[in-house]
């Protein structure tokens, strides 16, 4: 697999592509918004230039990267693609019409990925010309510096699919891990629930945001506390995930912290709105 899009030019879109191109990789980024691509081509050149100056890169490196990224508006571009990674918001309704718009415009030999951190591979495959051929690959923020993908099958899913985006995640030099369709999969499925904890610890007024971080990040060994974790990440997606979670367990464990979802009504996003918990 050489040519491949990437649909969403949020945070993950811009990285994974980035991390593709730095492996050799022709990718086409993709978003309807034309700011959007602006912002992403501009973030993708300012980490380009902080690896040349550290001397991680070349400049002959940073050329031939640069040349292999293509920056479109229109979702026509990724047609004759060997992969299509989406990269959309975490919304169910927006990701299948998405995958309703991609039948008309993919050929009979690309394979559609999904980035999605808890939603059904199997659901969204469904609403695909070809499910056998849609399948889930989570990369992990930021996508040019995490190591795992995780790698989800859809009931329809084929063994040809699965066998053929874990050789590309070989190729790019990731690790994979294979996991059963269940939301949230690996990683969510224990990394949000504790991010919301922290949330209901700081709505309950039992330590300050600073407090809770520092408890986490000196008494868990963890490289950033929950909440600074939870800016990073963005409010909107772990409240979206934990609502997923929510629903499709049934359980009261998962329930959203209120105050999540008061931080995301008052559009305190974390660090894309350049204020969440802390301001930026
Ligand atoms: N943020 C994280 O830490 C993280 C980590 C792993 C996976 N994910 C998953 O990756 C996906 C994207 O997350 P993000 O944080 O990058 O989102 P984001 O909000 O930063 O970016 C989403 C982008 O998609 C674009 N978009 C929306 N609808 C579109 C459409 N129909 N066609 C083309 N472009 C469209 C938007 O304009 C925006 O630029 C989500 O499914 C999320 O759950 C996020």
Partial sequence: MQDVAIIGAGQMGAGITQYLAMNNINVTLIDYKESNIKRASGAIRNSLNRLLSKEKISELDLVGIQDRIHYSTALSSCSEMDLVIEAIPEEIEKKEQLLIELNGILNEHTIVATNTSSLS???????????????GLHFFNPAVIMPLVEIIRGLETSKETVDKVTSFIG????????????????VNRILIPMINEAFFVLQDGIATAE????????????????????DFIGLDTCLSIMETLHINFGEDKYRPAPLLRKYVEANRLGRKTKKGIYTY
């Fill in 211 to 230: 407090e809770i971080d520092k408890a986490m990040k000196l008494g868990s060994n963890q490289p950033m506390g929950p909440l600074e974790l939870a």
């Fill in 171 to 186: 190729n790019i030099n990731k690790e994979p891990v294979f996991v059963q369709d269940r939301s949230g999969f690996i």
């Fill in 121 to 135: 591979i199997t659901k969204l495959g469904t609403l695909f010309k070809d499910p056998t051929r849609v399948i």
